[in-house]
């Protein structure tokens, strides 16, 4: 029987965020998507509370603030000592109300002991609380974020800048597919997307129109993962 927790909410603000556009990755200057990628909103989920013995799963983001642009000169190192300067567009001063919800990691049969949703919800809202168990970044390490924990309520009734408007993104990227063994392809996926009242409700990666097949992955698997009883424990010790 699948299994699904119940929906986390939390804000997360920064003076700057990097979603870097796919076509900006291959040269020095990088430039931001408009709004956050699945797979960057995934990364701030995992860094608040994250175990191989589940997958998290964003449902949608609400854009709080008005899309702004700030494009900065880089120092980049190009070989030999020299160094030249690169642009960056960043996204300045930006808002987001993020929610998700968790699943059972289905191949990861071995860590079933581990899978005690009422211990792992709370550890989650803790976590939420407590603005991650990592440093949260938007998109890259340079833009530092906090995190803050809202309610299903406060989630639903706060108004987006654009509330009443309907915006087609166009195709962008969406996640990738690691590997569910050892060793694989890795996936990335791109879907067309578009912000309703300020909402972007992500597509499933099967509903994604596009799919690229990467260069082999390798997968680390960690010898030893704490179990979620003793987690909470220390958690509330420390309360």
Known sequence: MSFQSKSFYFKVS??????????????????????????????????????????????????MKPIL???KGVRAMVGKGKADLNYVTYLEDVEYLVKYHFIWNVNREDLSYDRNARKHEAIMERS????????????????????????????????SYYSN????????????KFPSVTAGRLE???????????????KTQEECEFKN???????????????????????????
């Open 14 to 63: 920064g003076d700057y965020a990097l979603w870097t556009s796919v076509e900006s990755k291959g040269g020095g200057e990088r430039f931001s998507y408009s709004v956050p990628t699945r797979q960057g909103l995934h990364g701030i989920v995992d860094a608040i509370y994250f175990k191989p013995t589940f997958t998290n799963i964003v449902e949608e983001v609400k854009v």
């Open 69 to 71: 642009t700030d494009t």
């Open 128 to 159: 939420i609380l407590k603005g991650g168990r990592r440093d949260i970044f938007l998109g890259t390490r340079e833009c530092l974020a906090h995190v803050e924990a809202i309610t299903e309520e406060m989630y639903e009734e706060a108004e």
């Open 165 to 176: 408007q309907t915006i087609s993104l166009g195709i962008m990227f969406h996640s990738f």
């Open 188 to 202: 990335s996926y791109f879907a067309n997307t578009i912000m309703k009242n300020g909402v972007i409700k992500f």
């Open 213 to 239: 097949e990467l260069s082999s992955y390798i997968v680390k698997t960690p010898k030893e993962i704490k179990d979620v009883a003793t987690e909470l424990m220390e958690y509330e010790r420390k309360e």
